[in-house]
Structure formats: C-alpha cells, structure tokens
C-alpha cells in the first residue's frame, strides 16, 4: 500500500527545500513576471548562405510555427518568431529598429534563432503523473521538429527548466533500468562462485526483496522526496545487505565444515553467536551513518539517508527472522568455504608486510600528508547541467546556447519602484548606474533592464509617464521586465560559466555594492535555479562535514567501549579516517572537485568502511599484562587474523562490484559517488590488510 503512494514526478526543483528563503523568492518572481526560458528551441541554420533574416527561412519557421500550434499541448510560440510575425512586433513604445530582445534570439552571423515555447497542462489527466505528460509532448514536439527540419538543413536543440526535466527523467528510466541487471549479475556471480547452497540464496534473495518493499512502503507512507541520485537508493540496499549476509553464510560454512557434520542448524546458531557484536556493531554504525544525511539542506539526499538507515535496521531484524528461517533447511557443503579459503594468501601478504613494521608506518604518514595537501585544495565546481554526459541533448543544447547567445547561466534581481515610480528619472538613474556596475564585471556577458528599453525607444521621463498611465503591461509587452500595476522591475545578469563558488562570490561582491549605493530603494536578492543550487552545494558540503565529524566521534566512543582502550579508539579512527584522505587527495589530483555526489560520500562511507574493520577487531585478541604469554598470543593473532580476513576480502568484494554498479549511471552525482565508494573501500581494505597488523603490533607492545 505504501509503495502504491509513492510520488514518481521528476523534477529539478525537488532538490531545494521548499521552505528556504530562495525558493520562496524565485517562485514569487515567476509569478510577477512572464518568464520565457522555462522551455526554448535552438534552431541552428547549418547552411552558411542562407540566414535567418532570409524571407525563404522565415516563410519556413512560419510554417513550421503553424505545425507546432496543432499540437494541443502547445499555447504559443514566440522569440525570433514575433519579430517575423508583423502582428506580433508592433509595440506602443517601440518605433526603431534595433529590438533590445533582438540580440537574446537571434545570434549575431543569423545562423541560430531561439523560439520560446509555452505549454498548457490541459490533458495532464490522461497522464499517470507530471513527468510522463512532459516527456510525452517535449518527444512528440521534437519527433515533429527534427523531421520537419531535417531536409532543411537545420539542427534542432531543447533548453530551459522543462528540457532540463525532461531529460532528468530518461537518466532516471535509464539508470533504473539498468542497476536492476546490474544487480542480478553480482548475485548471479556470488552464487556461481561462492555461495552455492540454494536455501542460503534463496533466504538472501527474500531478504533483499522483502527489505526493497518495506523501504519503499516507508518512502511513500511518509510522501519522502525522491529524485535521480534516489535511483542508486536499491543498489546500496542490495549491496549492503549482500555483504552483511555473507559474513554469516561463510560463518556457517566454516563452523559448520569443523563441528556439524553435514547438518546445519547447530552451525546457524554458532554463526549467529559468533557475528553478534560485529553485526549489531556494523548496523549501528552504517544506519547512525546513512541517518546523518538528513542534516542535508536537500530533501531527497535527507530521504536517500533516512530510507537507506532504515534498510539496514529492517536487514538486522530479517536476518533473525526470515533469513534464518529459510537457511536453517540448508545443508553443509566444503565445496564453498574451500573457495572463499582462496583468499587465505591476503593473511599470508599481511604477515610478510608486517614484518616491516617502520617502513609500512613511514610510508602512510607520507601519503598521508600528499594526501592531505592535496585535500586541502578541493573545490566547489558544482554545476547541475554537468550531471548529463556529454553527448546529452541538454548537454550539447548548452553547448549552442553558450555559443551562439550569452549562455544559460542567469541571475535575476528585483527593484521595487517605492519610493518613486518607474518613470521617475532617480529609479531610472539608479538602474543605468547599477547596470554599468555589472556591465563591468569580468563575470557578466550582459545585463538587461526596463532602461534599456527607454534608451533605446528615445522616451522622456514624461514619456514614459503617459504611456505608463495609458496602456496595462502587458499591452505595452513588458511582463517580462516589469511586474503588474509598475510596481517594481526585472534585472536580468547573463553571466559567463561559473563555478558553484565563484557565483555565490559575485552575489556576496553585488550585495556588497547594493549595501553602498541603492539609498532609499529596497533592491531584492539576487536569484536563479543556478544561484540557488551553488548555495545548495555549499550547505551541503558543510551538513556533510558536520555528519562526518559526529560519526567520528561516535566511532571513537565505539571503539573505545569494545576494546576499553584510548589508544584502540585512536587506532580505529585512524585505520578508517585515513581511506577517505586519500580518496579526497587522489580524487583532486586526477582534477575532481566537491559536488552534491562526493559530499554525500562523506558522509555514508564511514559507516560503510569502519564494518569490517569492527568485524576485526571484535574477534582479535587483546593483549594481557602476562609477558609469558607474547609467543600465544602472537599466534593467537594470527590464526583469528587468518580466520576473518578472508570473509573481510570477500565483503570487500561484494561491495566493490555492488557500489561499482553506479559507473554505468547516466547522472553525474550517482557516478562520482559510485567512482568514490569504489575507492575508498578498496582503500579501507589495504588498510586492514597492511596496517591494522602492524598498528596491533605497536598497540600490544608484542611482535606478531
């Protein structure tokens, strides 16, 4: 019932609370003025002789006009088309020859034109939800385009907040549809090689499905936020829940190969006593982990940790439910636990590098601090039209916009007329003044406003005043530049691509200028998709900063309770701090930066990676005041070390190939976290193999 609730629209602007103050104010700037980049074509003239401004080309548009009007989703046409339409490019406060929109849609060789599009919801009902009536017309429009177009020589390309959308739901069909494959060859691989017993993967195969159900049951009961990155949410699931049952099949192997003969129930019972701590341990720590994501400022990260969590206590309950239930049928065979025993030679690599032990420390503490110098140097690159590679429609209509207009990368600001009125030569002053500010900054393209407008057209303050009095706003064509009834105005920055930092430090350098110069005015923030989602990116790394150093702390008091020791907590932090230090200082050195992908990295992958390194130290020995008993112990260590490293290997594994999935993804921020978790998990697993034997040996005081 509750996956039957769940909200499958997709949308861009799901990744912004709907409370921030952002929001709130670029919502209300669309209703005051008529926006006319929600969803544009680029039409590209590929012959070089023929421009736009030909009469043959727009006899063409006007046709192809026509054909798009049929369309029932279809309320109108405009950009380059009003200036081609005479009913269209009559103005009353327009009577000379250069246009101020002229130069925004139609490039400077006349070799690009951009149409706006305006669409009506009228059929949504016929439609499922939101995102499939916007998918069905934006391909029925550019099926018609593209065949109209194609024997003319000209290229068709979408843009805007609805293309954006548009494509954000076929990465997600795309990537959904392929994880699920993805998924069932991990575990057709697992079962081909390691776990052969069919009970087992029968008990694990209904874990994974009963757990996705429950999941996505909370997800719709509790109406949580789901978005593209939200596709990867099964994967983990999957993968975790993997990695945990295999240390329990392989206990149950190994217990069962040395006590039960043949029988499995008693070796059930030893295995669950056996993986008790580790595994209550290890769901604490990855649930307390995932949870962390809900400081995010974005709802579906906040729902990616909370439904992922809660995965991983459901896994802890099935486990001692279901799963041992249909496992208990199982039979004991060697044939499996002979395979996984292949992975005895990492305890042999291990006890031959520990030998070592000067030159193993030596060399972390130095790529330890490379890594930590090049860490340092991350940073913020975000941006949202990155997410899609780059032989993506949007991708490649980016591309056009950037060249053959002034981009996509908008700021707008709002000036509200009081205490003067739109016509006053002091409003108009300060909108010259703030616009050759901007005009003189590297960052703007260019700036447009209502004085352009005046400039241009000649208009005297009583000029204007009259036509202001006469005629509405909208019979003067000015809804994109002035609010109803003249009370306040539009700005418009067109700037060049910026990082996600780079724009919130021009908007703190152009609040600093507002501060000193807009007097008695009262000049709104500055605010855009891209400016909203540069701060969304700057919040979110801090929130996942904040996690990481809670579940850092949290690990530490773990530690130190299971081993009651300082030096043991020190050491466990430092065996899973360290990975995530080089993944960062590897990452930037191959030219990676922080994004919404690698910040949520952050904060899951402690959870993730400190498991197995529990699942070693809970079953290692701890050293006894009784120097007699050093020759015991060191072989004590070993034999528990060579026992558990192998089921360590082979969860590593599993998580590699599980979390691995992800590079198939067509979406930026599931691929980098994907790329991400792969390193630092391999990482995490030299560390336990190299280091953790040495570091014991400095803790016990004792060679191993």
Not at 604 to 615: A, F, S
Request: glycine residues 6%; hydrophobic residues 50%.
């Amino acid at each position: 019932m509750g996956v039957a609730r769940l909200n499958l629209d997709v949308n861009f602007n799901d990744y912004f609370a709907k409370d921030d103050p952002r929001f709130i104010d670029a919502k209300r700037m669309q209703h005051s003025f008529e926006r006319n980049d929600e969803f544009l074509m680029l039409l590209e003239s590929k012959i070089n002789d023929e421009p736009w401004s030909s009469e043959h080309r727009q006899t063409q548009l006007m046709n192809f006009v026509a054909q798009l009007q049929r369309k029932q989703a279809i309320d109108e046409v405009g950009g380059y088309v009003e200036f081609v339409n005479q009913s269209q490019r009559q103005s009353p406060i327009l009577s000379y020859k250069q246009h101020p929109r002229l130069p925004l849609v139609l490039s400077a060789d006349e070799q690009a034109i951009m149409l706006t599009l305006h669409l009506n919801q009228d059929d949504q009902d016929k439609f499922g939800n939101t995102t499939l009536w916007r998918e069905h017309h934006i391909d029925s429009v550019l099926s018609l385009s593209q065949f109209y177009w194609r024997s003319q020589g000209v290229e068709v390309h979408l843009t805007g907040a609805e293309a954006l959308n548009w494509q954000y739901a076929k990465v997600l069909r795309h990537d959904l549809s392929w994880f699920a494959p993805g998924l069932l060859l991990v575990i057709t691989f697992m079962a081909l090689m390691f776990i052969k017993s069919r009970w087992w993967l029968m008990a694990i195969a209904a874990n994974c499905l009963m757990i996705l159900l429950l999941t996505l049951g909370i997800a719709g009961w509790f109406n949580l936020t789901l978005a593209a990155i939200s596709a990867f949410i099964p994967v983990i699931i999957v993968t975790l829940s993997l990695a945990y049952s295999a240390h329990l099949y392989l206990g149950w192997q190994r217990i069962g190969t040395q006590v039960d003969d043949g029988t499995g129930t008693n070796a059930i019972a030893a295995t669950f006593e056996h993986n008790r701590k580790p595994l209550f341990y290890a769901t604490l720590t990855t649930a307390f982990g995932f949870s962390l994501l809900s400081v995010s400022p974005s709802p579906p990260i906040q729902a990616f940790g909370v439904l992922v969590a809660c995965a991983v206590l459901i896994h802890y309950l099935l486990c001692h439910t279901l799963l041992v239930t249909v496992a208990a049928k199982a039979q004991i065979s060697a044939v499996t636990f002979d395979r996984v025993t292949r992975f005895s030679k990492v305890a042999t690599m291990a006890k031959r590098i520990s030998g070592y032990p000067k030159a193993v420390m030596a060399l972390v503490v130095l790529l330890s601090l490379v890594a930590a110098s090049s860490a340092f140097k991350l940073k913020l690159n975000d941006d949202p039209m990155s997410y899609f590679a780059d032989d993506n429609p949007l991708a490649i209509s980016q591309q056009k916009v950037q060249q053959y207009f002034y981009g996509i990368n908008l700021l707008h600001i709002q000036v509200p007329t009081s205490p003067y009125a739109i016509y006053d030569k002091a409003y108009l002053s300060f909108l010259y003044r703030f616009g050759r500010y901007l005009q003189s900054q590297d960052e703007v393209k260019r700036v447009s406003h209502i004085g352009d407008w005046v400039k241009s057209a000649g208009l005297s303050s009583s000029q204007l005043k009259r036509l202001a009095h006469e005629n509405t706003v909208a019979e003067l064509g000015l809804g994109a530049e002035i609010s109803t009834g003249f009370e306040s105005s539009l700005l418009t920055i067109y700037l060049k691509p910026l990082t996600a930092r780079e724009m919130v430090e021009f908007e703190q350098k152009v609040e600093l200028w507002l501060g000193e110069n807009q007097g008695q005015l009262q000049v709104g923030k500055l605010t855009s998709s891209n400016l909203m989602f540069a701060h969304l990116c700057l919040d979110n790394a801090k929130s996942m900063l904040l996690s990481f150093a809670i579940a850092l702390s949290l690990l530490s008091v773990i530690l130190g309770l299971i081993k009651r020791s300082f030096a043991f907590a020190v050491a466990g932090l430092s065996l899973n701090f360290l990975p995530l230090l080089w993944m960062f200082g590897l990452w930037q050195v191959t030219g990676g930066f922080i994004s919404i992908g690698t910040a949520v990295v952050l904060g899951i992958m402690l959870g993730i990676i400190v498991d197995d390194t529990l699942h070693l130290m809970l079953k290692l020995p701890v050293a006894s005041d009784d120097k007699t008993e050093v020759p015991g112990l060191t072989e004590q260590f070993w034999q528990q070390y060579s026992g558990v490293i192998p089921v360590v290997s082979f969860t590593t594994m599993t998580l590699v190939l599980g979390f691995g999935i992800g590079l198939i993804s067509e979406f930026g921020p599931i691929i980098q976290l994907s790329l991400l978790s792969v390193i630092v998990i391999s990482f995490a697993w030299l560390f336990d193999v190299i280091v953790l034997p040495v570091v014991y040996r400095y803790l016990l005081r004792r060679p191993l």
